[in-house]
């Protein structure tokens, strides 16, 4: 079955960078885009960025554009969010899902991992 495992957050100062892993299995990665999101405290689960199967294609939301990265290790089956000069309202649990990127859209599988907190502090 579908396994996603996120790993690397944190608490970190505003300004400072954190690096976020997924680890994933059950599925053909390398064929696969994949997305990270992130749900803050009492709000809705949002997109941050996406990759394709190959890694040659990204798109990001405008929040996070030119501060975050999506990398992909398909030898490894994971995926990467670089996150730099980090603000205080990234602050969020962030979550890695396997889907496909259409039109603008994610339309995204129904697993997910437990997501891992990222906390910026200002």
């Known amino acids: 079955q579908v396994q996603l495992v996120e790993s690397g957050g944190g608490v970190v100062q505003a300004g400072g960078s954190l690096r976020l892993s997924c680890a994933a299995s059950?599925?053909?990665?390398?064929?696969?885009?994949m997305g990270w999101f992130r749900q803050p405290l009492g709000k809705e689960r949002e997109f941050v960025a996406t990759?394709?199967?190959?890694?040659?294609?990204?798109a990001y939301a405008d929040s996070v554009k030119n501060r975050f990265t999506i990398s992909r290790d398909n030898t490894k089956n994971t995926v990467l969010l670089q996150m730099d000069n980090l603000k205080p309202e990234d602050t969020a649990v962030y979550f890695c899902?396997?889907?496909?990127?259409?039109?603008?859209?994610?339309?995204?599988?129904?697993?997910w991992g437990r997501g891992t907190q990222v906390t910026v502090s200002s």
């Open positions: 899902n396997a889907g496909a990127w259409k039109s603008g859209k994610w339309l995204g599988g129904s697993d």
């Open positions: 059950g599925f053909r990665f390398g064929q696969t885009t």
């Open positions: 990759i394709s199967g190959t890694g040659g294609s990204t």
